[in-house]
């Protein structure tokens, strides 16, 4: 008996803490990113920076709208060839991606924002880590091209 009365407030206290839990599409308000600032030519982009995991995976989802000159800058822990999805992202972007020298290794322009599952998935040939995404039509509108370097300077501190 006394087990059985265990595990059901065990089962209780569980149920009430799942309940109590934020979904993680409500994290997305609540979370500080670093700012920068990542120049490609003379074309400067303000930046939110997602050097966590957590703010790796939310990225830019569930925004409604981009300046033209803003962006999310993504600095990953290793050099690898890195996969995106539009999931939950409303606008199209464009997803460049930039080895460790800060050389732009791939492009990917005016990727439509998905609108239903399966969502396409877009991934670099080349190692990269860092990859931007800034609003849709930029890397033709200032001519961003396949090797030019990609300068980052943050301007904040971390909050998290």
């Known amino acids: ?76 822990d290793y050099l690898g060839k890195y996969t995106f999805w539009m999931k939950e992202t409303l606008i199209p972007l464009d997803i460049i991606f930039v080895n460790e020298r800060f050389e732009i290794v791939s492009i990917f322009e005016n990727v439509p924002p998905c609108i239903e599952d399966p969502c396409p998935l877009y991934t670099t040939k080349e190692n990269s880590l860092y990859v931007l995404e800034i609003p849709g039509g930029s890397v033709s509108r200032y001519q961003i091209s396949l090797g030019d370097i990609a300068v980052y300077t943050q301007l904040t501190e971390t909050k998290l």
């Open 1 to 76: 008996m006394r087990i059985k009365t265990v595990l059901l407030i065990w089962v209780i206290g569980l149920s009430a803490w799942c309940l109590a839990a934020e979904p993680v599409s409500d994290l997305k308000t609540e979370v500080t990113f670093v700012t920068g600032r990542v120049c490609v030519g003379v074309k400067c982009f303000q930046v939110d920076v997602a050097d966590k995991p957590i703010l790796r995976s939310l990225g830019l989802m569930g925004r409604i709208e981009l300046a033209p000159n803003s962006g999310m800058w993504f600095v990953f």
